[in-house]
């Protein structure tokens, strides 16, 4: 074809790229979230990807960008970060069927092994199956039917801070072990089981880390061999990952053995088993991600607990007070008295705050694109809820990191309706399905810890006062504060005398 004019063949392309453009322009649904500064081209923040405590980072990026939802790339990943509790509630909560899946995460699942885990599992069919049944046996009317195992596990705490109170971490992690044991088993705790969740939940922290994440945007990754030098993700993933392909087998197998051998006690598994209404994998999902998700994070808030009550010595004086006019000094705190101890309960409410043990809550993954306050939110995003700025909002929590039940409290001692620390179990669609649960466990052992004990601050070697000041908080999915050393005493003769009269109670303990 011969062109008459010469300037068309510059102009018509020209066009062509100025209507493609503009018709993009047109489509574009908006701009992306806040990006954090230093940018590179292709690798994105993959050099500024934090890599401990991802929390505090994510609050750092929203005071330099003035922004509370912020959104950082990973080459052509975007992950979006929320940083307050108006933007994951209108998500999470109000647009719930398109926030509600969960990211590939490909080492977790195949390296670590994490495959059969509900908090992990995408939105679907299975994911629906097994958290059905999970809130069938944790719903809030259901947990009553526990309180004879919570109480005894309890009472067992109180003996064993008794007989060796510098293992009060120990302690705890028997206590809230042999509750869930107990409620999804019907099975006592052992070392191996103890040893089993703890090295899981330090694997799902690594599966969760920005090091894992990067096998979902280099695939090849997962084929790399163990020994491969520059990334050993494979070789650290093996300390871990038989310690997970153990989780969901060895307390259901003890189960089945004892149902064969009629000796049983009533539990979840052994419900679910007997009705036979769900497949074995559903069952060991359940049961399992229930024992993963149920121990570390009690543990990691009982001794959050311990470390307030050392830096915070009148909330405990005050907590106590209350104690001793309702329940008195001839018996041990029960469930009935929760009504009567607004203070307590403001305490824990506090407690959940405080110190977040799930500072990130688990990634959250879109659906489909989404845009929001004018931001385009690309589909397959990895969504972050940075659940520790919500609890740290100075606005809704004035001097967040100081310890003050009073915050949930109206002038006249009542609690207020108006605020709550609920925010620490998750919003939507996957809401913590334990929280019933575990705020039953943490409010009566935490009654009856204040009921018998004072928690001082220890001595070193030479006498001298150890101050609890800054003690710091690991990193990783479930929190816990670094060591530190306390003194746990009984108040009183009285006192000690009630911890040992709970020796009596060491029986089997059948469900009602
Ligand atoms: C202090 C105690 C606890 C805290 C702070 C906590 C917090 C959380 C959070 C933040 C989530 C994720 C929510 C989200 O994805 O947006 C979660 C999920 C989950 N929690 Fe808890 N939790 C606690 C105790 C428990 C207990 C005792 C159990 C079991 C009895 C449990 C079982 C689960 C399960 C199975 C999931 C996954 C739910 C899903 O993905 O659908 N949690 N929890």
């Given at each position: 074809m011969e062109v008459s004019n010469p300037g068309l063949l510059i102009a018509i392309p020209l066009i062509a790229l100025a209507y493609v453009t503009l018709n993009r322009w047109n489509r574009s649904p908006g701009p992306l979230p806040p990006i954090p500064a230093g940018k590179l081209p292709i690798l994105g923040h993959l050099l500024q990807m934090p890599q401990s405590h991802e929390w505090l980072k994510y609050l750092e990026w929203s005071d330099q960008t003035g922004s509370d939802i912020l959104c950082y790339q990973v080459l052509?990943?975007?992950?979006?970060?929320?940083?307050?509790?108006?933007?994951?509630?209108?998500?999470?909560?109000?647009?719930?069927?398109?926030?509600?899946?969960?990211?590939?995460?490909?080492?977790?699942?195949?390296?670590?092994?994490?495959?059969?885990?509900?908090?992990?599992?995408?939105?679907?069919?299975?994911?629906?199956?097994?958290?059905?049944?999970?809130?069938?046996?944790?719903?809030?009317?259901?947990?009553?039917?526990?309180?004879?195992?919570?109480?005894?596990?309890?009472?067992?705490?109180?003996?064993?801070?008794?007989?060796?109170?510098?293992?009060?971490?120990?302690?705890?992690?028997?206590?809230?072990?042999?509750?869930?044991?107990?409620?999804?088993?019907?099975?006592?705790?052992?070392?191996?089981?103890?040893?089993?969740?703890?090295?899981?939940?330090l694997g799902l922290g690594l599966g969760l880390s920005p090091r894992a994440l990067l096998h979902d945007m280099f695939p090849f990754l997962l084929k790399l061999p163990e020994w491969f030098p520059l990334f050993r993700f494979k070789a650290d993933a093996k300390k871990f990952s038989p310690y997970v392909a153990a989780l969901p087998d060895l307390p259901l197998d003890e189960t089945r053995k004892a149902m064969a051998e009629g000796t049983a006690r009533p539990s979840m598994a052994a419900s679910m088993l007997a009705d036979g209404g769900l497949p074995d994998s559903i069952i060991r999902s359940v049961t399992g991600s229930l024992y993963l998700a149920g121990t570390e994070t009690t543990v990691a808030t009982i001794t959050n607990f311990f470390l307030a009550m050392l830096k915070y010595p009148d909330v405990q004086h005050k907590a106590r007070s209350e104690i001793d006019s309702v329940v008195g000094p001839n018996r041990l705190p029960d469930f009935r008295d929760e009504p009567n101890l607004p203070y307590l309960s403001a305490l824990i409410k506090e407690l959940y705050r405080w110190r977040v043990v799930t500072p990130l809550g688990t990634p959250h993954s879109l659906i489909v694109d989404d845009v929001y306050r004018g931001y385009h939110f690309p589909k397959d995003s990895i969504v972050i809820s940075n659940l520790h700025a919500i609890m740290h909002d100075p606005v809704a929590f004035p001097e967040p990191n100081v310890f003050r039940p009073e915050r949930y409290l109206e002038d006249a001692g009542k609690p207020t309706s108006t605020r709550s620390s609920d925010g620490v179990f998750g919003y939507g669609g996957r809401v913590c399905p334990g929280r019933y649960l575990t705020k039953s466990n943490t409010w009566l052992a935490v009654a009856s810890i204040l009921a018998t004990f004072d928690i001082e601050k220890a001595t070193d070697e030479d006498g001298c006062v150890i101050e609890p000041d800054d003690v710091g908080a690991t990193s990783g999915v479930v929190s816990f504060p670094l060591p530190f050393k306390c003194k746990i005493t009984p108040r009183s003769e009285a006192a000690a005398a009630l911890i040992a009269g709970t020796a009596d109670e060491e029986v089997v303990i059948p469900l009602p």
């Open positions: 052509n990943s975007h992950v979006i970060v929320l940083n307050s509790f108006k933007a994951v509630s209108e998500l999470f909560e109000g647009r719930t069927s398109i926030y509600s899946n969960r990211p590939t995460l490909l080492a977790l699942r195949h390296i670590l092994g994490f495959h059969w885990v509900l908090g992990l599992m995408p939105y679907g069919k299975q994911f629906l199956e097994v958290r059905k049944a999970s809130n069938h046996y944790l719903h809030n009317a259901s947990i009553k039917k526990y309180r004879p195992i919570q109480t005894v596990a309890i009472h067992s705490m109180l003996r064993g801070l008794h007989r060796e109170p510098e293992k009060f971490v120990e302690h705890a992690r028997h206590m809230a072990g042999r509750i869930i044991l107990n409620v999804t088993y019907g099975i006592e705790p052992n070392p191996t089981y103890i040893r089993t969740v703890y090295h899981s939940v």
